[in-house]
T-cell receptor
Framework: NAGVMQNPRHLVRRRGQEARLRCSPM?????VYWYRQLPEEGLKFMVY????????ESGMPKERFSAEFPKEGPSILRIQQVVRGDSAAYFC??????????????FGPGTRLTVL | AQSVTQLGSHVSVSEGALVLLRCNYS??????LFWYVQYPNQGLQLLLK??????LVKGINGFEAEFKKSETSFHLTKPSAHMSDAAEYFC??????????FGTGTRLKVLA
């Protein structure tokens, strides 16, 4: 059973370009979470999605950032018009559907975004 | 609001010495607690988790942690450090069904 997959693992963009980060959850998992890790910091929650629904986007910056998890295909985190401050590691996690209790999350290897 | 504090952003120990990484949490309800390890340029690997069963939790690679409600702590220990333990360690709390809150991490250095 493959783990959470993220691609690309490394992404370089120039200021003003768009960055698209992809996350394929573990087989059987229908919940996806995105976290951002800035240099020398811990991970910060960004958004929680289920198929075709955004459940909680309280950690997403108000502008330029968006996320989706379509019925088919991977979850996408999109950053428009990137700036140097967007340089970070972006981690995706997934969990199975659980009625009550902890949705234990399994983390992918991350995408390291560098904005030149 | 829930929070996690990791005391000591950098910890150095000699090979073979005790490893102690500190984590204190703040939560108004019983938490789920986790320790993760991150090697350079890699993802997070779960070391162990507390989910309200036994207060002493054993994890992988010889690590263990004890949940102490009275001290709101969940410190990570290993009796004897190996060079391969050098990495960054994150404590995290989850209150409710999702949204993990991570500490700022402790970078462990193991001296030969």
């Amino acid at each position: 059973n493959a783990g959470v997959m993220q691609n690309p693992r490394h992404l370089v963009r120039r200021r003003g370009q768009e960055a698209r980060l992809r996350c394929s959850p573990m087989k059987g998992h229908s919940h996806v979470y995105w976290y951002r890790q800035l240099p020398e910091e811990g991970l910060k929650f960004m958004v929680y999605l289920q198929k075709e629904n955004i459940i909680d986007e309280s950690g997403m910056p108000k502008e330029r950032f968006s996320a989706e998890f379509p019925k088919e295909g991977p979850s996408i985190l999109r950053i428009q018009q990137v700036v140097r401050g967007d340089s970070a590691a972006y981690f995706c996690a997934s969990s199975p559907k659980i009625a009550g209790g902890l949705n234990e999350q399994f983390f992918g290897p991350g995408t390291r975004l560098t904005v030149l | 609001a829930q929070s996690v504090t990791q005391l000591g952003s950098h910890v150095s120990v000699s090979e073979g010495a005790l490893v102690l990484l500190r984590c204190n949490y703040s939560s108004s309800v019983p938490p789920y607690l986790f320790w993760y390890v991150q090697y350079p340029n890699q993802g997070l690997q779960l070391l162990l988790k507390y989910t309200s069963a036994a207060t002493l939790v054993k994890g992988i690679n010889g690590f263990e942690a004890e949940f102490k409600k009275s001290e709101t702590s969940f410190h990570l220990t290993k009796p004897s450090a190996h060079m391969s333990d050098a990495a960054e360690y994150f404590c995290a709390v989850s209150v409710g069904t999702y949204k993990y809150i991570f500490g700022t991490g402790t970078r462990l250095k193991v001296l030969a």
